[in-house]
């Protein structure tokens, strides 16, 4: 039995997934504003879990692994080089930071992670920040994509670092072999399933 709860927050409107599954209660990214949420929930984080650290998804990374004493993983430590937070505010003309967190299991190199009695696929998907990282929960038929795949869409790849053939190639190596009916949630948007964007994606999938 699993219980999923989003928050959609930030200035990208960036989805944050409460995940309640068998013996652990996990965070899947931390757009800003799901600090003060999770207190409204009264529920207590076990890991949060980073599809990758771009501001949007980070921004109250911080102030949850203080809040929750929960350890932080992701695919690289921490980098302000990869949050863009520099490259946005330059942009727009804003001066903002992402408060320092500390990544405390870096997964750069594995291919799972056993998180109580959850065992969790990990598919490193470059091309929209080359930190991506997709979370596959095998025994609920979930995939975690963060930005790489969306309901009809893809992660931008014009960000420093960013390629779509990377993209494309990734989606296509790690994702396109999971069940159809794998339930896909994004960083940004509806949810949707392997099975409809491998057919109908106009960007990487059978109608591209």
Sequence with gaps: MIEISTFTGGIAQTNGY???VADITLLVDAPEGIAPWLHQQGVKVDALL???QHFDHVLDASAVAHDHGCAVYAWAAFSHDLTLERLYGAVTGSAFAVPDFTVDVVLEGRASLELGTLKVQLFHIPGHSP???CFYLPSE?????GDVLFLDGVGRTDFPGG???QLAT???RDLWPLPD???VYPGHGDDTTIG???EENPFVGAAA
């Design 50 to 52: 980073l599809t990758h």
């Design 170 to 172: 990734g989606i296509e």
């Design 141 to 145: 038929g979930l995939l975690f994509g």
């Design 131 to 133: 930190d991506s990282l």
């Design 181 to 183: 009916a794998t339930r």
């Design 163 to 165: 390629s779509f053939s």
């Design 196 to 198: 409809r964007e491998r």
């Design 18 to 20: 409460l995940v309640r």
